[in-house]
């Protein structure tokens, strides 16, 4: 159904619906002239013609009739300051005639096309997905060659040779050390912690703490320092061991060990 | 025996056009100058000599393929006349079924295009989503960016130039020039009132 093929048979006009826009729009046709209602009622009715509900055409009249609508309200009461938006009345009536006589070109573009189409049905052309183009062999700029040499021998040279030392860091067993503590104990009745290990590394001095502290754990000796960073001395745990325990600091060590 | 071929093709851009020939009937889609020289390693400039020689050669009447100048290039086509053999094999599938609806979706993307669904329906006056979906698919309209609202621009392909037998866009009619004009008007009315018992 064709909205703008609307037979219309008013009191002003009789003819299609589009050629009633195109007078309005010309002014050819004043909108006060025009029965909007006998407008509507004609297109309700060819529409209840028809079994199926057009939402297409509905929808197309609908804005066309609306527009009419309106540039008549504005024809009809052009002094009354109406609330229609910002827009003055003026305005607005010359918008909603742009907006129509875009719409009715747009009808009358879809219209060519439609004409064009038809004048085009016997053109047979090829159709089909673009055909893969080959890839393009990328253009490089000219190159010096020297600075590809000099590229190439950073590339070349030689790297510094890097340190492992920090690899042969090794921790001798914490055995080692509880043996040897054991021996020495057997041989003297004392000996200095700091004497006994002034000529190792700093591991394994640490090392040789630890087996320290695992003796004096086990109660098999005596650790006593004066103050702090006195030296360390050490004896077997027989002599004075309870006294020591007494004074509550064998806890400590134990649990620091 | 050679002389006689020699004869044949004396024409300096022969062999040019021999190769442009070789293009265009491999190419589905149409061909720039441009394209064209590059490929044939030529100059633009007689590239476009050539191909006024293959118009000539390739036209309606005298050959079932036509050379045309369609949608900013060049391509083959069948000629009209073979139009109907050519019906008989195959179907022009993208123009099959085009709604008024469709039709007015068209006319609108390509007048005013880039242009968003919103627009579209401002204009038409009714939502234009399902029928720009439809259009898309037929490969008539793609999609060419967005607008500054992220909203997705539409814009025709060179396919519908194609279709509709378009140099370019700019071969649509100026808009101006669609509406009636006022004796146009007056004729119809006077056609009406006739029609209308006296």
Redesign the interface.
């Given at each position: 159904m064709h909205v703008r093929e609307l037979e219309l048979d008013l009191d002003a006009f009789e003819g299609p619906f589009d050629l009633l826009l195109t007078l309005v729009l010309r002014e050819e046709l004043e909108p006060r002239d025009v029965d909007v209602a006998a407008v509507v009622v004609t297109f309700v009715e060819r529409l209840a013609e028809r079994e199926r509900l057009d939402l297409d055409a509905c929808g197309e009249f609908l804005v066309l009739v609306a527009a009419l609508l309106e540039l008549k309200a504005r024809e009809l009461f052009p002094d009354e300051d109406v609330e229609l938006g910002d827009l003055d009345p003026e305005e607005a009536a010359e918008e909603l005639a742009r907006r129509l006589e875009e719409f009715r070109r747009m009808k009358e573009a879809a219209r060519w096309l439609t004409e064009r189409l038809e004048q085009e049905r016997d053109r047979f052309f090829r159709l089909g997905p673009a055909p893969l183009a080959p890839r393009a062999e990328p253009r490089i700029a000219p190159q010096r060659p020297e600075t590809l040499v000099a590229a190439l021998r950073a590339l070349a040279a030689e790297p510094p040779q890097v340190s492992l030392g920090h690899m042969a860091l090794r921790f001798p067993p914490v055995t080692q050390f509880v043996e040897r503590f054991r021996a020495l104990l057997r041989r003297r009745r004392r000996f200095d912690f700091d004497q006994e290990v002034g000529g190792l590394s700093r591991i394994e001095q640490a090392v040789a703490f630890l087996a320290l502290l695992e003796l004096r754990k086990g109660g098999e000796l005596r650790i006593d320092q004066a103050a702090p960073f006195a030296p360390i001395r050490i004896e077997p745990a027989a002599e004075g061991v309870r006294a020591r325990d007494e004074e509550g600091e064998d806890s400590w060590n134990a649990r620091s060990a | 025996m050679e002389r006689t071929l020699r004869l044949i093709s004396t024409h300096p851009l022969d062999d040019l056009a021999r190769t442009l020939e070789a293009l265009l009937v491999?190419?589905?889609?149409p061909l720039s100058a441009e394209e064209m020289a590059d490929a044939a390693g030529d100059d633009a400039e007689r590239v476009e000599d050539a191909l006024g020689l293959l118009e000539e050669r390739y036209t309606e009447g005298r050959s079932g393929i036509v050379l045309e100048q369609v949608a900013g290039g060049w391509?083959?086509?069948?000629s009209?006349e073979?139009?109907?053999a050519?019906?008989r094999l195959?179907e022009?599938p993208?123009?099959r079924g085009?709604s008024?609806?469709a039709?007015?979706t068209?006319?609108?993307v390509?007048?005013l295009g880039p242009c968003t669904r919103p627009d579209i329906a401002r204009?038409?006056?009714?939502a234009a989503d399902s029928v720009v979906a439809g259009l898309v698919e037929r490969g008539l309209v793609a999609e060419s960016g967005r607008d500054e609202g992220g909203a997705v621009r539409y814009r025709t392909t060179p396919?519908f130039e194609?279709?509709?037998?378009l140099e370019s866009l700019s071969a649509?009619?100026r808009?101006d020039d669609?509406?009636?004009t006022?004796d146009d008007?007056r004729d119809?009315?006077e056609a009406?009132a006739a029609r209308?018992p006296a």
């Open positions: - | 491999v190419a589905s889609q391509a083959f086509r069948a009209r073979e139009a109907e050519c019906a195959f022009r993208v123009e085009l008024g609806a039709l007015e068209l006319a609108v390509a007048y204009i038409r006056g009714v396919l194609r279709v509709f037998g649509l009619p808009l669609l509406g009636e006022t008007i119809r009315l009406i209308r």
